[in-house]
């Protein structure tokens, strides 16, 4: 007892390592105290609120009906309908990337609500494969806001998020009608169009396939000299479901591989590739009259990719290029883009899923093999 008196008068640690009860005691104070402070540093990381300044945000004007963002404090996975970004497993991208459009010469718009894993997808493939760097996404209203998404694109295939420019608008029940009026023409044009030469307006199920090996801003400089143009139309290729009733998965181009044939009038939906999107001199926009049509200034038309004025393009061209519209997807995701709305307050109807389901169809491979 002596010898261990000794050795406690003399050092702490030897009273440690000779006497083991005594350890013991010391090492779990020591495991407890280390265990509390982790702890609290791990919960004053979570409560950390979001940096709103990492998201390029801008404000709308006076008459578009708009909100501060506000984190919502209900779980994400109630309120978004898809399932967010899938795992891309290839490193090297297909078919060749073109060059990045860093003068900004063309810009994207589209409105899109609660479709985080859409979204993802479609700024991959503009922004890889047509070297788009400047996108506007009118948020119509997502809960949690669009802008609060963590990253975009799946590694190695990510995208800035200072690529994006986000609006958002609130849902309301008397806000003006038809509505991408206001989305299209009085914001995207009029608070951003001086920056670009042309801005195209596509949604998030339309994917832009280039062909011929010509490039998006090689095809849109040939044009751009040509004051009779005021805008560049493509017309569709409208996917169906491909049987499928559940969400495959892959991605939606991996997803839906099959298409409607185009024909120029029949009972089923081989009109529906005459519809077309647009891609607008910025300096020659005079409106929208829908989301198929553009109005354009000084006596300027919008035409085909033949050089023929169009609205509706009958019959349909893809000689250049072409828009593949996944317009149903899934039966479970037609149900949910029903239940969501378009910023028209449209909702897809039955018939429209019949039409396409019921139209003759061929196989239509060309973006199934796109990385990413």
């Not at 297909?94 to 063309?106: A, I, R, T």
């Amino acid at each position: 007892m002596a010898h261990l008196q000794s050795l406690s008068n003399d050092s702490w640690f030897h009273s440690i390592a000779f006497i083991p009860r005594r350890g013991c005691k010391y090492i779990g104070f020591c495991a407890c105290l280390a265990f509390i402070l982790l702890s609290l540093t791990w919960l004053r990381d979570i409560d950390k609120p979001i940096d709103k300044q990492t998201s390029t945000a801008s404000s709308p004007p006076p008459q578009v009906p708009f909100k501060e963002f506000a984190f919502s404090s209900s779980d994400p996975e109630s309120t978004l309908e898809d399932a967010g970004s899938i795992p891309n497993n290839s490193t090297v991208a297909f078919p060749p990337l073109p060059p990045p459009d860093d003068e900004e010469y063309v810009s994207l718009c589209l409105a899109i609500r609660d479709q985080p894993g859409d979204l993802n997808e479609f700024l991959a493939h503009y922004y890889y494969h047509h070297g788009i760097r400047r996108f506007y996404v009118m948020d119509d209203g997502s809960d949690p806001p669009l802008s609060y998404t963590p990253n975009f694109g799946v590694p190695p295939f990510a995208v800035p998020r200072s690529a994006v420019t986000f609006t958002y608008i609130t849902r309301v029940p008397d806000r003006p009608q038809p509505f991408q009026h206001i989305i299209y023409a009085d914001y995207c044009i009029k608070n951003f169009g001086e920056r670009h030469t042309w801005m195209g307006f596509v949604d998030s199920d339309e994917f832009l396939e280039m062909r011929r090996e010509t490039t998006l801003v090689d095809w849109l400089h040939q044009w751009e000299n040509n004051d009779t143009v005021g805008a560049l139309s493509v017309n569709w290729i409208t996917h169906n479901s491909g049987g499928q009733l559940k969400r495959p998965q892959s991605d939606t181009r991996k997803g839906f591989g099959r298409c409607v044939v185009d024909l120029p009038k029949s009972n089923n939906a081989g009109d529906e590739n005459s519809h077309v999107k647009s891609f607008a001199k910025t300096a020659l926009f005079d409106g929208v009259n829908s989301v198929h049509y553009m109005r354009t200034a000084d006596g300027s038309v919008s035409v085909g990719e033949k050089g023929d004025a169009c609205g509706i393009k009958r019959p349909p061209t893809h000689d250049m290029w072409a828009l593949h519209h996944y317009s149903v997807k899934s039966r479970e995701q037609f149900l949910e883009k029903q239940q969501r709305g378009s910023p028209n307050n449209h909702h897809a109807a039955g018939e429209f899923w019949d039409r396409i389901e019921g139209a003759d169809d061929y196989e239509c491979p060309e973006l199934a093999a796109y990385v990413p």
